[in-house]
């Protein structure tokens, strides 16, 4: 449709809107005229309605802009009255938003990175308000729920209300007090019990039957799954004495795990509180590592009995097998003395070849260069100026690493990629050791330092015998150097003694029987129990989400919707599985607004022919 054709469409329903309020106001005020105003007032009304239905867009444009002074000069409003009618338009309009934003759907920008790749800071979203249920307005609570349509791998949006969410507050159009939403991809269901390896979750639900499709569908071929942030999650100390905390409870997914307790000569005990057994045991915790790289010189350093190989510039550091019985006393980054897990450390050379593949998959978080420096997306560069990286070869702008391939954010959240000679590109030891350590975070704080407290958002796992780092199998079971850091591994447990014992860091495999099958009791006994009427929420980007690793799981009563269409800056459906539209919460609100529709649209069309 050309351009001025629209454009004449929109002038016309403007203008017959406009008759038909006019033809109200006329007819209930019509008694207060006299003969010669009622006469003027009738023909303007006649002949605004031929223009319309002749479809004489200006004209009709023209003759309401009369008709508007003839009703003003007929009918003078008190300035009073002018301010009800005003508040009660407003007010009625405002309601029915808010229905449709919490009932319907709703628009909606991705603010962080936490479901990167699926969605990138500021994408928009049509989202779905009637997926599962008819929500309540401006509450947490629905009047009709169907769980059954609540998918594994779907991706929801939730209200941080009564969840222990930091700056959950906000207000709809400014005015109305609510919650903000949040948006996540949902991997659990009640009864269900996750379990770890590899990067990928082995789950069962209530009767026992597999999970597959959290290994097997589409949606999560691309996805890994770390089932904590860092070893110690949330921590809250207790007992102060003599400057120093004697005690600290542990938290993952915002439920207490652990406590560790300061004992005689600074020695520290742990002990279980929400299981039986060792805290790596948690969930799958022993298969994954926190990584981080450090060069020749720092391996010097900070490991004196090291043996260095001359052919390695950079080194991969792992801390695993996090445990409550070889911990100690240690100043955290909150300048709190307290009980620290303990943990067992493994260096593994890489090789130039091995150093540029991690290059070549290797993820940042969305960042921004500005004046040399680097600062995370969405963090304020004025607080943050004297622990900002440098990256003096990067050109100004907005920058995101993604599987290796480095783009430039343009207006919109556009994104380009950039020249192949664009020093991002760069594979050195030097760059790739800056932007695997400190390429999500973007903070100084984290570059390596002898004691380790601040690890950077990095991990490492084995799966089918092969090292993978960021997403990838970077050693392969076959190299050399991983054979004798294997050999190493378990020479340093043999070694080692029952007070302070050594576990190797080493594949443990998945939790599967001889045969192939699940290994049902073992998921259910060590994995990860989803409560009733809760959720687990996982964010695809695992090493910047805030998610229920953090804030725990996601009440039923939460759930609003999911999105349906991402529609810019570029148009997809998102990675999900597929959602069934017949269904009754759709059907019903659906159904309602046509009704609506077509019902104001017969009145007003009788109305129109009335006259």
């Known amino acids: 449709m050309p351009l001025r054709t629209i454009s004449s469409f929109f002038a016309l329903r403007k203008a017959k809107r406009f008759f038909l309020f006019a033809l109200s106001r006329y007819q209930k005020n019509e008694n207060r005229l006299n003969t010669t105003d009622k006469e003027r007032i009738a023909e303007q009304l006649s002949l605004l309605k031929k223009a ?16 508007r002074e003839s009703l003003e000069r007929a009918f003078p409003t008190p300035l009073w009255k002018r ?41 928009l979203l049509i989202v779905s308000k009637t997926d599962y249920g008819l929500n309540v307005p401006l509450r947490p609570a629905h009047f ?39 948006v996540k991809r949902l991997i ?64 993952q997914m915002n439920q207490p795990v652990a406590k560790l307790q300061m004992g005689p000569f ?25 990584a981080r790289l450090l060069s020749a010189d720092q391996v010097k350093e900070f490991y004196p009995k090291a043996a260095i190989e001359e ?43 091995q150093i540029e593949q991690l290059a070549e998959h290797l993820t940042t978080s969305r960042f921004i260069v500005k004046d040399g420096r680097a600062q995370r997306y969405g963090t304020e560069r004025k607080d943050l100026l004297p ?74 796992y084995f799966r089918n015998h092969e090292l993978y780092l960021c997403g990838t199998p970077i050693v392969k079971r076959t190299d050399p150097n991983l054979i004798l850091f294997l050999q190493s591994e378990y020479q340093k447990q043999a070694l080692s003694t029952t007070v302070r014992p050594y576990l190797p860091f080493d594949d443990q495999g998945p939790p599967l029987r001889a045969d192939g099958s699940f290994d049902v009791e073992f998921i259910r006994a060590h994995g990860l129990s989803v409560p009733e009427n809760m959720y687990l929420g996982l964010g695809d980007n695992y090493a910047m989400s805030a998610d229920s690793r953090v804030f725990g799981f996601i009440p039923e009563d939460n ?32 159904t309602v607004a046509l009704l609506v529709f077509f019902s104001l649209s017969y009145r007003a069309k009788r109305k129109f022919q009335s006259y």
Not at 344 to 353: A, I
Not at 561 to 581: D, I, K, N, V, Y
């Open 52 to 67: 319309i239905l002749q479809k004489e867009a200006p004209l009709a444009k023209s003759l309401a802009l009369r008709m």
């Open 83 to 123: 301010w009800v009618k005003s508040f009660l338009s407003f007010s009625v309009a405002l309601g029915i938003a808010i229905l449709i934003r919490t009932m319907w759907f709703e628009l909606y920008t991705i603010p962080t990175g936490s479901m990167r790749p699926t969605l990138k800071e500021g994408d």
């Open 144 to 182: 009709y729920f169907d769980s059954s349509l609540v998918q594994r791998g779907g991706i929801v949006v939730f209200s941080g209300e009564n969840m222990d969410i930091a700056d959950a507050d906000t207000t709809y159009f400014y005015l109305v007090p609510g919650k903000k939403l949040f």
């Open 188 to 251: 659990g269901k009640p009864g269900d019990s996750l379990y770890f390896y590899g990067g990928k979750i082995y789950g069962v639900d209530r009767q026992g039957n597999p999970l597959t499709e959290l290994l097997d569908a589409s949606w999560a071929q691309d996805l890994e799954h770390i089932p904590f942030l860092n070893f110690e999650g949330k921590v809250e100390v207790a007992k102060r004495k003599q400057g120093m905390f004697q005690e600290a409870t542990l938290y």
């Open 266 to 290: 600074g020695t520290v005990t742990g002990k279980m509180i929400s299981s039986s057994g060792n805290y790596g045991d948690l969930w799958g915790f022993h298969h994954f590592a926190m």
């Open 311 to 353: 052919e390695a510039s950079l080194y991969l550091e792992l801390q695993h097998h996090p445990s409550l019985q070889n911990g100690q006393m240690v100043r955290d980054e909150y300048g709190r003395i307290r009980p620290h897990l303990g943990t067992n450390s493994s260096l593994l050379p890489l090789t130039k070849e």
């Open 387 to 460: 622990y900002l990286p440098e990256l003096a070869d990067v050109p100004d702008g907005t920058y995101e690493i993604e599987k290796g391939k480095a783009f430039r954010v343009l207006w919109g959240s556009v994104t380009k990629e950039v020249p192949a000679d664009h020093p991002l590109y760069r594979k050195d030891p030097e760059r790739v050791q800056l932007l695997y350590n400190l390429g999500i975070e973007f903070i100084t704080a984290y570059n390596p330092t002898k004691e380790g407290l601040l690890s950077p958002s990095r991990y490492a």
């Open 559 to 590: 759930l609003r919707g999911g999105p349906s269409l991402l529609f810019w800056p570029r148009m997809q459906t998102p990675a999900q599985p597929s959602f069934p539209h017949n269904t009754f919460p759709n059907l019903l609100v659906w």
